[in-house]
């Protein structure tokens, strides 16, 4: 009997996992379509009709099999209509296997009404498990009524229940949970193989580039998009590392990031990317390790795209940006630095001279009678006389990085001179004056003489922090005062 059970329990674990081979992209649930579910019930109809050849023998004159678990699992996992296909074979079945007979007539009516049951017990809102032993349990008493009727010897009728029940629940046991390992495999198989085949369509389709790299950076796989955002055929990338693709100047920031992916995770970048022909795309990546627990390595996926346009008009966007900022600091007219530049590089030199505890020169100077200059010549010969003036300066001056020549306004102009002593200043002041002389530009209605001078006034000052930049300012603007007073074309130093 022992001998039998083991042959039936072995015959149901073989069958299932036949079963789960041969329909495992057709997987029995409740919501399965119906086509699937005549299928199932069909084999599990077949099952049950194997099982009643191989018997178990409990003693001379008595059988019992387990056909009725075929009927219980098909409703556990199915619901009602594989359930009752499987008992309608079975009863069936019944009568090819042994014939027709009045002997035959009450256990097919018995697997007709276990399908029935089970299939209505399928229905009952109870977790799988607790079903399929109520249904077992069921599926039992049908069966006890069975023999009971066909079974006169109350001893022998003990005995075989006994038995009967003892192998129906174990072997019920047995063959639930070896069928619950079969449909979560299948559905583990079945979600793995949904997802890669998700993740292709989605590789294949997307215009972005997909890679997957393993922890040395190296492509194994590669995207068709990859044809379209860096120009390469798909074997001439795989197996290679991403670094050497990669701009000399982007590749340590590419390898922190690929490491911070790896480790933490999550990681995105934007760096150059030589293309096929040898030129260098923009490209914009976002980076995500995945763990894989079958041999416990870690691939890195990464979503690339060409942005070289998108970083084509950020660079216009800031030339364009960088100009405007220059021209907001430039005077139109003669092009050195204007009054706003003016104020804010002296604020700066005015900080760095207080941490420095080194003083600042301030020179001043405008063009003598420069209104009769306006009156005699014109307004543009007299604007081309400022941008003469300015031009000659800022050249001289332009030797000196640390010097800022700007546009006061109108005539007048300003020297800023860090880190510069009065004495040194003096010297700057002496060299704009002969410089203007040199140019002898004509100027007849001037009162000291025929040509353009300059009015100079200087000032120098060690900062503190107590004090303002337009301390520096009012003394060298009242130097200069001094300078236009007592006859113009001279410089006066701030005492």
């Excluded at 008493?141 to 109350?154: E, M, Q």
């Excluded at 763990?291 to 084509?312: A, C, M, Q, W």
């Excluded at 000291?448 to 337009?470: C, H």
């Amino acid at each position: 009997m022992l001998r039998d059970f083991i042959s039936n329990a072995t015959l149901l674990i073989a069958s299932f996992s036949m079963m789960g081979v041969l329909f495992k992209d057709k997987p029995l649930r409740f919501s399965s379509p119906l086509s699937s579910k005549l299928l199932w019930g069909l084999f599990f109809g077949v099952l049950g009709n194997i099982l009643m050849l191989f018997s178990i023998q409990i003693n001379s004159g008595s059988i019992a099999d387990l056909r009725h678990l075929a009927i219980v699992i098909a409703a556990s996992f199915g619901g009602y209509i594989p359930a009752i296909i499987a008992s309608v074979i079975i009863a069936i079945g019944r009568f090819i296997l042994f014939g027709f007979s009045h002997a035959a007539i009450l256990p097919s009516i018995g697997a007709l009404l276990i399908g029935l049951v089970c299939g209505a017990i399928s229905q009952l809102r109870l977790s799988r498990t607790v079903q399929a032993f109520i249904m077992n349990l069921c599926a039992l008493f049908i069966l006890t009524i069975v023999f009971f009727i066909k079974i006169d010897d109350l001893q022998t009728l003990k005995t075989l229940l006994t038995i009967h029940y003892l192998i129906s629940l174990t072997g019920g046991f047995i063959a639930y949970h070896f069928f619950v390992f079969v449909v979560d495999s299948n559905e583990a198989q079945y979600k793995l193989k949904e997802t890669e085949e998700r993740f292709r369509l989605i590789a294949e389709y997307s215009s972005d580039m997909i890679t997957m790299h393993n922890e040395r950076a190296e492509y194994i796989y590669i995207s068709p998009a990859v044809k379209e955002i860096i120009h390469y055929e798909y074997p001439e990338l795989l197996g290679k590392k991403m670094g050497n693709f990669i701009h000399p100047e982007d590749v340590e920031r590419t390898n922190e990031m690929f490491e911070k992916a790896l480790h933490e995770g999550v990681a995105g970048s934007t760096y150059r990317y030589r293309s096929s022909d040898g030129n260098y795309v923009w490209i914009e990546s976002t980076l995500k390790s995945v763990h894989f627990e079958e041999d416990g390595s870690k691939k890195v996926i990464i979503v690339s795209r060409n942005i070289t346009e998108r970083k084509l008009t950020e660079q216009k966007l800031q030339e364009a940006n960088e100009l405007l900022n220059r021209l907001s600091y430039m005077d139109g007219l003669t092009g050195i630095s204007n009054r706003r530049y003016f104020d804010e590089t002296l604020a700066n030199e005015w900080t760095n001279s207080i941490s420095s505890n080194s003083p600042i020169t301030l020179i001043m100077f405008d063009i003598d009678y420069f209104k009769k200059y306006n009156d005699t010549y014109g307004h543009l010969t007299g604007d081309f006389c400022l941008q003469t003036i300015a031009g000659a300066i800022n050249s001289k001056i332009s030797v000196n990085s640390d010097y800022t020549l700007c546009r006061y306004g109108g005539e007048e102009f300003a020297l800023i001179l860090p880190s510069t002593k009065i004495k040194d200043g003096m010297k700057v002041a002496q060299h704009i004056q002969e410089t203007i002389q040199s140019l002898r530009i004509p100027h007849s209605s001037s009162e000291i003489a025929d040509i353009v001078t300059l009015s100079i006034g200087l000032a120098t000052i060690v900062p503190t922090s107590s004090a303002k930049p337009q301390a520096l300012i009012k003394m060298a603007d009242s130097a200069l005062y001094l300078s236009k007073t007592s006859g113009r074309n001279t410089i006066t130093t701030y005492k």
